[in-house]
């Protein structure tokens, strides 16, 4: 009997210590985790970089409020807006608003959105997924999780992923666009180069602005810093969560300066946001991952994985019809029905944890410090449960 309610379908297993990329179960067992509590220990587990900075904010105080001025969230927004700036060809300054998860940042940016622009509607895209609070819900077009849930927040419209038609829904009327450009929880998708190159000709050209949704797909997942590098586009609002913290909850919204200024004392806030705690701890996962050679780092050994993948893949043409991602957002996706969970589960029979998404897609999401030997440990036991599944 448990006192919780039953909105998650946990998988009966405690995790008691954590030590890279592996955890240790309270029976002792020794898992492979490359979930990363869902793409969140981007530094695995007890970094000492992480440990450290959780023993020195223990010492400040720990939650002042925003009522006062916050050295470390200062430092925090400045290390993020500089990256977003160096992105941009015409060096375009941006400034940032915590919250305390992703589905905070998107409702930060549906506000903003629509507060300077003075339009209501948000196109958001089929496969997508912006988190669970009403404003996010509704940008986020999964009809299954609105069920019972309505009237959600309205003008929120929805549009096919990278389908050149949708381009055209994006008008005068248009508020902003938010997309992924690796759909996460939908099936790891990735964003076709042409499509977004339209995406954006097609908002500038209407005045909308476009929302880069990066709660996933941030803070070094895909082996840039942000996802949308991979593009060449530059978005008018960033958000992003998951990554940031290393495991401490934290969200933030970074939009051009232009924008930023719509938000004026007593238009936005949250009691918890950006404390002293909060931001030593991101201040020091940025100071890992936003380190040039680590994103170089990450890119090779993601590179180095997807070959290794790849190559298993084409000896199970049977099973595994694609492989896809950026970096370290790795989606396989099976052939047979429900494939993907009985290799999810078989996996973790050989301690080895990572998720699903999609249909029938493995999602792979390793932290960011994972070692060549640990992708060929993933690799190893990879190869045994399908030579072994049916
Ligand atoms: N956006 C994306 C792309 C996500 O993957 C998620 C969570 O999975 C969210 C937003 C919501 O984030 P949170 O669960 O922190 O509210």
């Not at 969140?40 to 992480?50: F, I, K, R, T, W």
Request: glycine letters at 10%; charged letters at 20%; a negative charge.
């Amino acid at each position: 009997m448990t006192a919780l309610m039953s909105n998650y379908a946990r998988i009966p297993l405690t995790f008691v210590e954590g030590e890279g990329c592996f955890l240790t179960s309270e029976s002792g067992e020794r898992y492979l985790d490359f979930l990363s509590g869902v793409a969140v220990n981007s530094l695995g587990h007890a970094h000492p970089a992480l440990t450290n900075a959780l023993l020195v904010a223990a010492k400040m105080p720990i939650h002042v409020s925003n009522y006062y001025e916050i050295p470390g969230q200062e430092q925090a927004a400045a290390t993020l807006c500089k990256l977003a700036k160096t992105t941009s060809v015409q060096n375009d300054e941006y400034r940032a608003v915590f919250g305390n998860s992703g589905a905070e940042a998107n409702e930060a940016a549906l506000k903003i959105v629509r507060k300077y622009t003075g339009r209501s509607k948000v196109i958001s895209f089929f496969g997508g997924f912006h988190g669970r609070t009403y404003g996010a819900l509704s940008m986020t077009a999964k009809p299954e999780i609105h069920n019972g849930f309505a009237p959600l927040v309205p003008d929120c419209e929805y549009a096919a992923f990278n389908d050149d038609e949708a381009i055209a829904r994006i008008d005068n009327e248009t508020a902003a666009v938010i997309v992924e450009f690796v759909q996460g929880e939908g099936g790891v998708n990735v964003a076709r180069q042409k499509w977004i190159d339209a995406l954006f000709t097609q908002a500038k050209s209407v005045g909308a602005l476009v929302i880069a949704d990066e709660v996933q797909t941030g803070c070094g997942r895909t082996g840039t810093f942000f996802s949308f590098e991979h593009f060449g586009v530059v978005p008018d609002i960033i958000t992003l969560a998951k990554g940031l913290g290393g495991g401490v909850p934290v969200g933030v919204m970074l939009a051009k300066t232009c924008v930023a200024e719509v938000f004026t004392p007593g238009t936005h806030g949250s009691t918890f946001a950006g404390s002293p705690l909060i931001c030593t701890v991101v201040n020091a996962v940025l100071g890992v991952i936003a380190e040039e050679t680590f994103l170089h780092q990450v890119a090779r050994h993601a590179e180095y994985f997807f070959e290794e993948l790849q190559k298993i893949a084409a000896q199970y043409p049977e099973k595994i019809c694609d492989i896809r991602g950026i970096g370290f957002l790795i989606g396989v996706e099976f052939v047979p029905e429900n494939a993907a969970k009985n290799v999810w589960v078989e996996l973790r029979r050989h301690k080895v944890l990572c998720g699903t998404a999609g249909s029938n897609v493995l999602r792979i999401l390793p932290p960011l410090i994972a070692s060549k030997s640990e992708i060929d440990l993933f690799l190893d036991i990879f190869q045994k449960v399908l030579l072994a599944s049916k």
